[in-house]
């Protein structure tokens, strides 16, 4: 991960999200800070992210109410149908999202981080 472009996806309310983005900075490294609440991910973007990842769920915030409200807990729910809600409700981002040139990941717990360094 040297000399990749690191983006994480950070919410500074968030425990675990400084607490990664701390430890990307104790690593060397000085990641692009993306605030998705203040500036949500197009569809576009959470498409990219789901395709490094293998799989659009891991991105959906599962204990957010919301989530049960629209039903996106419901097996049946389809990976478009998971991005299409989080590109129109930013909230539903799971987090910390750590972003390279050729993963992506989710580091929930923030020791996952370690993962890509």
Not at 62 to 85: F, S, V, Y
């Amino acid at each position: 991960m040297s000399s990749e472009t690191v983006t994480i996806f950070h919410n500074p309310r968030c425990g675990t999200s400084r607490t990664v983005l701390a430890l990307l900075k104790e690593a060397g490294r000085e990641p692009a800070v993306r605030e998705y609440l203040r500036e949500p991910l197009s569809r576009d973007e959470l498409s990219r992210l789901a395709a490094k990842m293998k799989d659009a769920r891991t991105l959906l915030r599962t204990k957010e109410p919301l989530c049960r409200e629209l039903g996106l807990d419901a097996k049946e729910t389809t990976e478009a149908q998971i991005l299409d809600a989080i590109a129109r409700n930013p909230v539903l981002l799971n987090r910390p999202v750590v972003e390279t040139d050729w993963t992506a990941l989710v580091c929930r717990p923030a020791d996952t981080v370690r993962d890509l360094l």
